[in-house]
């Protein structure tokens, strides 16, 4: 497969995120995607009421939406969405699968969209075209062969509310609460730590407190390339001197400065808004004792301002009245020394004490954070040190102020909310039983992680999955991949060809979606959809460009159809009725969820959606104790697989990361335009005094591999070394070429999210192969 690249290079970048190179960066993709006609048009109907809801972040979309409400990779997306080229059974004529395996992640989703249900032919070894009715028929003789517990229904976040309920009905009719989701790889560990400490599973903030917040901090989350929409309330914040606090390891440049691509003063004038006014380069997995510095600090500060008989700086009357276990975590707290503290942040105390100061002055604080808080061994203690540290100032439950997990994938949230979880205590189970005529299983079902392994034991045999790429997703790639090729079942609800796709199993069928973009009509009416973001606003939406192809289904249909071929029809959900009509289906989740979504068929189009009622924002504590719970960690590491310190000095820990050049597994590109990397991902970002104390140089060629388990052998490569402004011992790498390196095992405890931002590897010397060559880094491009 011979894909020409522009040639790599490395490029420390100058500008502001935003800006021109964001407005480049959207005409260039529009233009490769042929989707020059389609997609402008399609643009402006984008996160518009009667619009469609972006297909890439779950970042919430205002009541009041600019004239343009999208940002560089909302439009990317779209354009990757609508793009005219087509994957086509004459394709697959041409290929067998065993040949698309050597093909990138990048150009098998590039070849276009899918556009006929396909079946796997083993004999010669291609995907064939079949009916609908085929497959309908053939997967629902597979489903009744397998017991229900041997079939895991994964979901990526991106399915509708209505199809997100549909699906949870069906696994559940079926008899399993296998059901997993890309959540358990994400925010799980903000659905288990906040659910503890706050007693909702979900963030407190609304795109309103943004415009009364005196002071935010950002943990850990990349928003200039993973919600850049969100670069708009920041920047007005800023407008408004809100200081802004962030601790990353790395200076991801939207934190730093933006300028607004959508704002023509601001594209012709020298000025770009600073982002952050302090930005801490805290060390991978460091940032639980950087909390505990702050806190430290403002434990001090609150001791001399009562002697001095000024005003306290915690809020002790909030503390009294509305949470518990303060006592202990002050403890654990003075435990640690500034000395321990300051080794394990990766900070001076003085920078731990600038940004308590910044807190203790500030009424109305924000925490936002990602991938780099909940990706970690601690992910779920990470969270509630968080909340600890809003807890101290009463920042929960106040307008301006609270936590905001940023959520990936556009309906992850929503998806959960109607019922997608293998844990049948989060649904209520006596009204799905009552309206719908069957037993809910009992038994709690399988999580991803569980999924994995229980895929390499055997005691899964088939997979669905509603959308995803489920085998790049997860960890463990080359342990996990003969497992999946090793399935009785495979069958995949998709827009467009992966990886997950060419390891079929036994028995595998490939069928085409529409995608959000698109216009749902069923018998001749229009369908509207709905979806619940990141602040817990739930907004109806509406496809609008033509589909890809005319076979395609809606994934709705496509469950109805699987449903009504496998299950007897004594349960009584009108499969077929829900099909014609997604009116219906609200209607029932308007029924099994009332106190959320009750009159929802209108209420959806209120300018900016509807909230979903969350205790916590109104202090009312739904956890163990009936209080918000100050949850006190019991160690300072993130990593315990290997101890720091002098024994493991060869040992760095990577963070995999995404480009602003990604959504997810699928590669729009190969730059990283923020980051200065250009024509290639094959690089690894290290400290300069790493690289030279291990004996490399900048722009040489290593493998990485896994520094635990040395029984297992996990090794990526050849990577190009790229000296970086990252902290000593740490190193960063693009996921997904990285996840071969993650252990299956190294997952968060208690919500089992892979531990991807804080993986122990060792480096070694290689030689590039003829792929890598190509796309090298000059070595004059490295001198920074
Ligand atoms: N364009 C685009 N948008 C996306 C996605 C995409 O791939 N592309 N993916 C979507 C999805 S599903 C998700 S979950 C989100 C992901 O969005 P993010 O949460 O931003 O995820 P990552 O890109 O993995 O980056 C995590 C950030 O955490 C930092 N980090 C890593 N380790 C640590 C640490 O130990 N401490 C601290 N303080 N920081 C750390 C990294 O430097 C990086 O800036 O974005 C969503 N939106
Ligand atoms: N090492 C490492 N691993 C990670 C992460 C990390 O940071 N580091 N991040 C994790 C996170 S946060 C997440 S969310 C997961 C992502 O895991 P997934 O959600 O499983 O993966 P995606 O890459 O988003 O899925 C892309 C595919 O979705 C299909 N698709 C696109 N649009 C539609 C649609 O409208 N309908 C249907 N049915 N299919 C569609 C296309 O075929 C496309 O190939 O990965 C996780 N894995
Ligand atoms: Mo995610």
């Given at each position: 497969?011979?894909?020409?690249?522009?040639?790599?290079?490395?490029?420390?970048?100058?500008?502001?995120?935003?800006?021109w190179?964001?407005a480049?960066?959207?005409?260039?993709?529009?233009?490769?995607?042929?989707?020059?006609?389609s997609?402008?048009?399609?643009?402006?109907?984008?996160?518009?009421?009667?619009?469609?809801?972006?297909?890439?972040?779950?970042?919430?979309k205002p009541?009041?939406p600019?004239?343009?409400?999208?940002?560089?990779?909302?439009?990317?997306?779209?354009?990757?969405?609508?793009?005219?080229s087509?994957?086509?059974?004459?394709?697959?004529?041409?290929?067998?699968l065993?040949?698309?395996?050597?093909?990138?992640?990048?150009?098998?989703?590039?070849?276009?969209?899918?556009?006929?249900p396909?079946r796997?032919?083993?004999?010669?070894?291609?995907?064939?075209?079949?009916?609908?009715?085929?497959?309908?028929?053939?997967?629902?003789?597979?489903?009744?062969?397998?017991?229900?517990?041997?079939?895991?229904f994964?979901a990526?976040?991106?399915a509708?509310?209505?199809?997100?309920?549909?699906?949870?009905l069906?696994?559940?009719?079926?008899?399993?609460?296998?059901?997993p989701?890309?959540?358990?790889?994400?925010?799980?560990s903000?659905?288990?730590?906040?659910?503890?400490?706050?007693?909702?599973?979900?963030?407190?903030?609304?795109?309103?407190?943004?415009?009364?917040?005196?002071?935010?901090?950002?943990?850990g989350?990349?928003?200039?390339?993973?919600?850049?929409?969100?670069?708009?309330?920041?920047?007005?914040?800023?407008?408004?001197?809100?200081?802004?606090?962030?601790?990353?390891?790395?200076r991801?440049?939207?934190?730093?400065?933006?300028?607004n691509?959508?704002?023509?003063?601001?594209?012709?004038?020298?000025?770009?808004?600073?982002?952050s006014?302090?930005?801490?380069?805290?060390?991978?997995?460091g940032?639980?004792?950087?909390?505990?510095?702050?806190?430290?600090?403002?434990?001090?500060?609150?001791?001399?301002?009562?002697?001095?008989?000024?005003e306290?700086?915690?809020?002790?009357?909030?503390?009294?009245?509305?949470?518990?276990?303060?006592?202990?975590?002050?403890?654990?707290?003075?435990?640690?020394?500034?000395?321990?503290?300051?080794?394990r942040?990766?900070?001076?105390?003085?920078?731990?004490?600038?940004?308590?100061?910044?807190?203790a002055?500030s009424?109305?604080?924000?925490?936002?954070?990602?991938?780099?808080?909940?990706?970690?061994?601690?992910g779920?203690?990470?969270?509630q040190?968080?909340?600890?540290?809003?807890?101290?100032r009463?920042?929960?439950?106040?307008?301006g102020?609270?936590?905001?997990?940023?959520?990936?994938?556009?309906?992850?949230?929503?998806?959960?909310?109607?019922?997608?979880?293998?844990?049948?205590a989060?649904?209520?189970?006596?009204?799905?039983?009552?309206?719908?005529?069957?037993?809910?299983?009992?038994?709690?079902?399988?999580?991803?992680?569980?999924?994995?392994e229980?895929?390499?034991d055997?005691?899964?045999?088939?997979?669905?999955?509603?959308?995803?790429?489920?085998?790049?997703?997860?960890?463990?790639?080359?342990?996990?991949?003969?497992?999946?090729?090793?399935?009785?079942?495979?069958?995949?609800?998709?827009?467009?060809?992966?990886?997950?796709?060419?390891?079929?199993?036994?028995?595998?069928?490939l069928?085409?979606?529409?995608?959000?973009?698109?216009?749902?009509?069923?018998?001749?009416?229009?369908?509207v959809y709905?979806?619940?973001?990141?602040?817990?606003?739930?907004?109806?939406?509406?496809?609008?460009?033509?589909?890809?192809?005319?076979?395609?289904?809606?994934?709705?249909?496509?469950?109805?159809?699987?449903?009504?071929?496998?299950?007897?029809?004594?349960?009584?959900?009108?499969?077929?009725?829900?099909?014609?009509?997604?009116?219906?289906?609200?209607?029932?989740?308007?029924?099994?969820?009332?106190?959320?979504?009750?009159?929802?068929?209108?209420?959806?189009?209120?300018?900016?959606?509807?909230?979903?009622?969350?205790?916590?924002?109104?202090?009312?504590?739904?956890?163990?104790?009936?209080?918000?719970?100050?949850?006190?960690?019991?160690?300072l590491?993130?990593?315990?697989?290997?101890?720091?310190?002098?024994?493991?000095?060869?040992?760095?820990?990577?963070?995999?990361?995404?480009s602003?050049?990604?959504?997810?597994?699928?590669?729009?590109?190969?730059?990283?335009?923020?980051?200065?990397?250009?024509?290639?991902?094959s690089?690894?970002?290290m400290?300069?005094?790493?690289?030279?104390?291990?004996?490399?140089?900048?722009?040489?060629?290593v493998?990485?591999?896994?520094?635990?388990?040395?029984?297992?052998?996990?090794?990526?490569?050849?990577?190009?070394?790229?000296?970086?402004?990252?902290?000593?011992?740490?190193?960063?790498?693009?996921?997904?070429?990285?996840?071969?390196?993650?252990?299956?095992?190294?997952?968060?405890?208690?919500?089992?999210?892979?531990?991807?931002?804080?993986?122990?590897?060792?480096?070694?010397?290689?030689l590039?192969?003829?792929?890598?060559?190509a796309?090298?880094?000059?070595?004059?491009?490295?001198?920074?």
């Amino acid at each position: 497969m011979s894909l020409i690249h522009p040639a790599a290079h490395y490029r420390p970048y100058t500008s502001a995120s935003g800006g021109w190179g964001s407005a480049h960066a959207v005409m260039n993709i529009l233009w490769r995607e042929q989707a020059l006609f389609s997609t402008p048009a399609a643009l402006l109907k984008q996160n518009k009421p009667k619009g469609f809801a972006c297909v890439s972040c779950a970042w919430a979309k205002p009541g009041n939406p600019h004239a343009l409400e999208f940002c560089e990779n909302g439009a990317k997306a779209t354009a990757w969405e609508l793009t005219s080229s087509k994957t086509s059974p004459a394709f697959f004529e041409e290929h067998t699968l065993t040949e698309l395996r050597d093909w990138t992640d990048y150009a098998l989703e590039q070849h276009g969209r899918l556009t006929h249900p396909l079946r796997y032919d083993a004999e010669t070894d291609r995907y064939r075209p079949t009916t609908w009715e085929q497959a309908f028929a053939g997967i629902g003789e597979q489903l009744k062969a397998l017991s229900p517990d041997e079939v895991v229904f994964y979901a990526s976040g991106r399915a509708s509310l209505e199809t997100s309920f549909m699906y949870q009905l069906f696994a559940r009719a079926y008899g399993t609460n296998n059901l997993p989701d890309s959540s358990n790889m994400c925010h799980e560990s903000t659905s288990v730590g906040l659910q503890e400490s706050i007693g909702v599973p979900v963030g407190t903030v609304t795109l309103a407190d943004f415009e009364h917040t005196d002071c935010i901090f950002f943990f850990g989350q990349n928003v200039g390339s993973n919600s850049p929409r969100m670069l708009h309330p920041l920047q007005e914040a800023r407008k408004r001197h809100v200081p802004i606090i962030t601790f990353n390891p790395i200076r991801e440049r939207g934190l730093e400065r933006f300028v607004n691509p959508q704002s023509p003063v601001e594209m012709v004038g020298p000025e770009s808004t600073v982002i952050s006014t302090q930005y801490h380069q805290v060390a991978i997995g460091g940032d639980m004792a950087a909390v505990m510095g702050m806190v430290k600090a403002l434990l001090a500060m609150d001791r001399s301002a009562i002697e001095r008989q000024t005003e306290p700086v915690l809020d002790h009357g909030f503390i009294a009245e509305h949470t518990d276990g303060f006592e202990e975590f002050v403890a654990e707290v003075e435990r640690h020394s500034w000395e321990a503290l300051e080794r394990r942040a990766g900070l001076s105390r003085g920078a731990m004490e600038a940004a308590a100061t910044v807190y203790a002055r500030s009424e109305r604080v924000m925490v936002i954070y990602g991938m780099g808080m909940t990706q970690h061994r601690h992910g779920v203690e990470n969270v509630q040190m968080l909340v600890n540290l809003l807890l101290l100032r009463g920042n929960i439950g106040k307008t301006g102020a609270g936590i905001c997990p940023v959520r990936g994938h556009s309906n992850v949230q929503g998806q959960r909310t109607v019922g997608i979880t293998e844990d049948p205590a989060k649904v209520p189970v006596d009204k799905i039983e009552s309206l719908f005529g069957f037993k809910v299983p009992q038994r709690k079902g399988l999580a991803t992680v569980d999924s994995c392994e229980a895929m390499l034991d055997g005691s899964v045999k088939g997979f669905i999955g509603l959308g995803g790429n489920f085998l790049r997703a997860i960890p463990d790639t080359h342990r996990m991949e003969p497992a999946w090729a090793g399935l009785t079942l495979n069958v995949q609800v998709a827009t467009k060809l992966n990886r997950s796709h060419l390891l079929p199993g036994k028995q595998a069928w490939l069928l085409p979606c529409l995608g959000r973009i698109e216009l749902d009509c069923q018998e001749g009416v229009e369908q509207v959809y709905s979806t619940e973001d990141s602040t817990g606003c739930i907004h109806g939406w509406q496809g609008r460009a033509a589909p890809a192809s005319d076979q395609l289904r809606s994934e709705t249909a496509i469950i109805a159809g699987i449903a009504q071929a496998t299950l007897d029809g004594s349960e009584r959900v009108p499969w077929d009725a829900w099909r014609r009509d997604y009116a219906q289906i609200r209607a029932a989740i308007a029924q099994v969820y009332p106190e959320i979504f009750h009159d929802m068929e209108t209420r959806m189009w209120a300018p900016g959606g509807f909230h979903r009622p969350l205790a916590a924002a109104q202090r009312q504590w739904k956890t163990e104790t009936g209080k918000a719970r100050f949850i006190t960690a019991r160690h300072l590491d993130e990593d315990d697989d290997v101890s720091s310190g002098d024994g493991a000095r060869d040992v760095i820990q990577l963070m995999t990361l995404r480009s602003n050049d990604q959504f997810n597994t699928t590669v729009y590109g190969y730059n990283d335009r923020f980051r200065g990397v250009h024509g290639t991902r094959s690089v690894v970002f290290m400290n300069r005094n790493d690289v030279v104390r291990l004996g490399f140089a900048a722009g040489d060629w290593v493998r990485l591999r896994t520094a635990v388990e040395p029984e297992v052998r996990r090794e990526v490569g050849p990577m190009q070394i790229i000296v970086y402004d990252i902290p000593e011992g740490c190193a960063a790498a693009y996921y997904p070429e990285c996840n071969p390196l993650v252990p299956l095992w190294h997952y968060a405890e208690r919500s089992k999210v892979p531990a991807a931002k804080s993986v122990p590897v060792t480096l070694h010397a290689t030689l590039p192969d003829t792929q890598a060559q190509a796309r090298a880094v000059p070595l004059q491009d490295q001198v920074i």
